[in-house]
């Protein structure tokens, strides 16, 4: 296994309520560049007792998955990062989020920011 860590900006007590963490591990490998590839990984929560943290820890299969359409002839291979099931995660810039992931792999994140206003749902 292999440890990632990601440190996020500072943002103020409050003002992290709108944002989440996608966390997005997998490798770059061979492709077709047709097919939907997919890896049989997910990343899980996991507590570090008695401490009150939780890292993440990739498990599964690291086998990829494929659609399995046709490519044209001749067409060449391109290399892609193939990623298995995402996971978000609550925005704390406080403390760095932990991941151990297997040889081999990648982790990457993004940030998501809800919008600022809210809608009213219609009664029906």
Known sequence: MERFVIVLPEKARGEDEGFMVELIAGKMMM???????RLGSVI?????????????EVTGTSQAMS??????EGAPMVEAFVSGKPLKVRYNSRLPIVVYAPKG???KY??????????TAEKE
């Open 31 to 37: 492709t077709d560049g047709v097919n939907l590839m």
């Open 67 to 72: 659609t399995l359409m046709a490519p044209p």
């Open 44 to 56: 899980e929560p996991r507590p570090l007792k008695g401490w009150g943290y939780t890292y993440y």
């Open 105 to 107: 792999f990648e982790i």
């Open 110 to 119: 993004r940030i998501w920011k809800a919008s600022d206003t809210t809608e």
